[in-house]
């Protein structure tokens, strides 16, 4: 009787175990593409701290925007930038790539009115 029972514990265990696994192996894994998007925003976010996106836009300085960007993404990614004053706003992108647009309202102050940053990414 206390055989049967450990070997119907033991079953138990090793079916835990084998679900455990086969659940960690099959969880969806994050995209290279969804990660670049992140780290875009979070790239505009810590531009937003040190107060560099503020004077980029103010300044529309879509080159040292673009450099500043560039030292914070992958090197395997490439990115387009510019800074609009109107929600249109287009730039040329590769047309064989999906690409990934991230876009940041810059509020405005008594001197000037507000911008939209607009990053596209894509890897190369």
Excluded: H
């Excluded at 040190?50 to 990614?77: H, M, R, V």
């Excluded at 490439?78 to 309202?105: K, Q």
Aim: glycine content about 4%; proline content about 3%.
């Amino acid at each position: 009787m206390v055989k049967g029972m450990l070997q119907t514990l033991e079953a138990s265990l090793g079916a835990v175990a084998l679900l455990s696994v086969l659940l960690l192996i099959n969880q969806p894994q994050e995209t290279e593409s969804i990660s670049l998007s992140r780290i875009t925003y979070e790239c505009l976010q810590d531009l937003v701290q040190d107060g560099n996106l503020f004077y980029y836009s103010e300044n529309l300085l879509e080159a040292n925007l673009k450099t500043s960007l560039q030292t914070c993404i992958p090197a395997t990614a490439d990115i387009a930038v510019r800074i609009c004053m109107t929600a249109v706003c287009t730039t040329t992108v590769p047309g064989d790539r999906d690409v990934f647009s991230v876009s940041y309202l810059v509020a405005g102050s008594t001197n000037y009115n507000p911008s939209i940053v607009n990053v596209w990414v894509w890897l190369k």
